[in-house]
């Protein structure tokens, strides 16, 4: 891992001035780190360090002689906490893609969020840190939110009433289908639509995503509905809804997730925001919900420090925390206990 990157790092160096002769080459990233105390309810009470979907990537965009844009990206996520000590990681972890753009929208393909999972954008207040949403959306064999591999994705141009349709197919889960066709993982592409509108005040997206039943976690649907409203330029308020449904509902139960989010900024550089989400369970004893309030402030553009309260309050039969997704410190919630975790952290765009 440390040679390939090496390797990659040293050849960014050299390639990175000939390709800027042709393309806007751009390196960025993100170091997003925190220290959390983190309460299971029953066993597990310690006080940790967390890297959040902290990444490096490299992004390229050249214009064409016919006036259409070729654009990639490479991104790697990025442990700030114990470098690659703990992770046996790949390159090109997290959004790859090729593409191009023009008139006619743009198309891309590679291994990338899926269009359901960028649909809780309008409510992602607390985006990769405790309280993350996803961890009530994103929980067992009804599984969404994921960044599908072998993807084709096409999005419109935008609309005049403001809209974009965007439809993605991913063909096969692994690098390498089953060429045989004999019953084994040749049915497991997924596929997404989804509807979106950003104009002035308003935020909205919706995304249906469908899963076939040789894919991993099986056969299954999911719909999503989100939306944001500038009630005033400080005063954002968001609310969602997610309806999954498994092929196998006896061992996978339909699931419900609905509630609201909001974030106001009471001063110009510092905000406060809150969220409340019930997981409602087509099976005995096993809703849950998640409450988080959070205080940020910007020490520049790039630079923003946190702190973060979350609970999930757990039916007998539910296992969740708020500290599941997008964190490299993150333990199993306890079974019927209520989970809570307590975060100071940073955030430095780059």
Do not use: C
Not at 111 to 131: E, H, I, L, T
Not at 140 to 156: M, P
Not at 325 to 345: D, I, M
Request: aromatic residues 10%; without cysteine; negative net charge.
């Amino acid at each position: 891992m440390k040679k390939t990157l090496s390797a990659l790092a040293i050849g960014a160096t050299i390639l990175t001035p000939v390709m800027a002769a042709a393309a806007d080459v751009k390196i960025y990233g993100r170091a997003h780190v925190s220290l959390d105390y983190l309460d299971d309810g029953a066993d597990y009470n310690e006080v940790g360090l967390s890297s959040n979907s902290s990444r490096l990537g490299f992004k390229a965009e050249q214009k064409l002689e016919n006036g259409m844009t070729v654009f990639g990206q490479i991104e790697q996520e990025i442990n700030f906490a114990s470098g690659s000590a703990n992770d046996d990681v790949e390159f090109a972890t997290r959004d790859t893609f090729v593409g191009l753009k023009g008139d006619f929208g743009q198309a891309r393909i590679g291994r990338f969020d899926s269009p359901f999972k960028a649909a809780r954008a309008p409510v992602n207040f607390f985006g990769d840190m405790v309280g993350d949403v996803r961890n009530v959306t994103r929980v067992g064999n009804l599984r969404f939110d994921e960044r599908n591999a072998n993807t084709i994705e096409y999005k419109s141009p935008k609309f005049a009433s403001g809209f974009n349709v965007l439809g993605a197919l991913s063909l096969h889960e692994t690098n390498s289908p089953d060429a045989t066709k004999d019953g084994e993982k040749n049915k497991d592409k997924a596929y997404d639509l989804a509807l979106t509108y950003k104009e002035g005040k308003v935020d909205f997206a919706a995304a249906y995503e469908h899963y076939e039943e040789e894919a991993a976690r099986g056969e299954r649907d999911g719909f999503r509905i989100a939306g944001a409203y500038k009630i005033t330029p400080e005063f954002n308020l968001g609310g969602l809804y997610q309806f999954l449904q498994h092929d196998n509902s006896e061992e996978n139960p339909d699931a419900q997730v609905f509630g609201i989010a909001g974030e106001y900024k009471f001063a110009a550089k510092t905000s406060l925001r809150g969220e409340v989400f019930h997981r409602d369970v087509d099976a005995d004893d096993a809703n849950a919900t998640l409450l988080a309030i959070g205080l940020e402030h910007l020490l520049d553009p790039t630079v923003r420090i946190y702190g973060n309260v979350a609970t999930v309050l757990n039916d007998e039969n539910s296992s969740l925390s708020p500290w599941a997704q997008g964190r490299s410190n993150a333990v199993a919630g306890a079974r019927g206990e209520n989970s809570l975790g307590l975060s100071l952290g940073m955030r430095y765009d780059f």
